[in-house]
């Protein structure tokens, strides 16, 4: 019985070991939240290792897993960024779904140079829907000597259907 009006208990410091008990309240079960929060992030982190695992098959051997990670954390914080509402809900899907597969390469290096590029800055000749995107400062997106490798239909499935699509 939990009554709201019962005396607290008090526990002396050399007795914790023996009542210990009393205090799993701080270390117990884990809240169904946390739980929820932990299945989502292992379901997350599938997804990406399954869009790595892809993107691994077209690299080149001499190219290295520097631009491999380097990719990977671009594309993952685009996934964020549509849900966290820094790009409007679907941009980066909406982009990329009617490019062929065949162009993602060209169109993503275009993509992370824009973002990389303050609005005023930007060539005013680029597709609208590329200069509609927000600039993303910090460095995630500096440097254009990142190696993109061509991309496969499997590869476009994950990242579309997968990765954009969760939530």
Same mark, same amino acid.
């Given at each position: ?56 098959? &077209?690299?080149? %051997?001499?190219?290295? +897993?520097?631009?491999? =990670? *380097?990719?990977?954390?671009? $594309?993952?914080?685009? #996934? ?10 679907? &941009?980066?899907? %909406?982009?990329?779904? +009617?490019?062929?597969? =065949? *162009?993602?390469?060209?169109? $993503?290096?275009?993509? #992370? ?13 680029? %597709? ?40």
């Amino acid at each position: 019985m939990n009554d709201k009006n019962a005396a607290p208990v008090q526990i002396m410091l050399s007795d914790l070991p023996k009542e210990f008990h009393l205090m799993k309240f701080l270390v117990g079960s884990k809240s169904e939240r946390i739980k929820k929060e932990e299945q989502l992030s292992y379901d997350a982190g599938q997804i990406v290792g399954k869009m790595r695992d892809a993107l691994k098959k &077209q690299y080149v %051997d001499d190219e290295g +897993d520097v631009n491999l =990670n *380097k990719l990977c954390v671009r $594309l993952v914080f685009c #996934f964020y960024a549509e849900d966290a509402e820094v790009f409007k809900r679907r &941009q980066f899907r %909406d982009y990329l779904k +009617d490019i062929p597969v =065949n *162009k993602w390469h060209r169109e $993503l290096k275009d993509l #992370f140079r824009v973002l990389n590029t303050s609005p005023d800055e930007r060539n005013p000749y680029d %597709d609208a829907k590329l200069n509609d995107f927000p600039y993303v400062n910090g460095g995630l997106f500096g440097g254009n000597d990142i190696i993109i490798p061509n991309f496969t239909e499997e590869i476009a499935d994950i990242i579309l259907n997968s990765a954009c699509e969760f939530d």
